[in-house]
């Protein structure tokens, strides 16, 4: 179609706790959408929005009741938009059955390796 540009499309994904937690990247324009999504039961559980003006990100979100997805998107949706200095969207869902303290801390470990990899990568 002409006016518009090919989107480009990323995939990322690793293991923790016997489920793979994925993340996959479209640019949309000069934005990037982030879908982040894993464990046992994935869905949609927060939508979390970063937008870089003047040199500074600026976030919002919608959280889903009983649902703290806004961790992992909110970390992404900032530190993506501060290091494309643009608007990055993330929906994140990801969903462990009781993994209890030390499960939760090592999703997190994962989801920032994730993260550290596709900013490394995108710093190129």
């Not at 979390?48 to 997805?69: A, C, M, W, Y």
């Amino acid at each position: 179609m002409k006016g518009f540009s090919k989107m480009t499309d990323y995939h990322y994904e690793k293991q923790v706790l016997g489920h793979r937690i994925a993340v996959n990247l479209h640019q949309i324009g000069e934005d990037w959408l982030a879908e982040i999504s894993g464990g046992c039961r994935p869905h949609i559980g927060s939508v979390s929005v970063g937008t870089f003006v003047n040199g500074q990100v600026s976030l919002k979100k919608i959280l889903l009741p009983e649902h703290r997805d806004d961790v992992i998107g909110d970390l992404f949706a900032a530190e993506l938009s501060k290091s494309l200095q643009t608007t990055v969207t993330v929906v994140c869902g990801i969903h462990y059955e009781l993994p209890g303290p030390e499960g939760i801390q090592q999703i997190i470990v994962c989801a920032k390796s994730l993260l550290q990899e596709i900013s490394s990568e995108f710093s190129k």
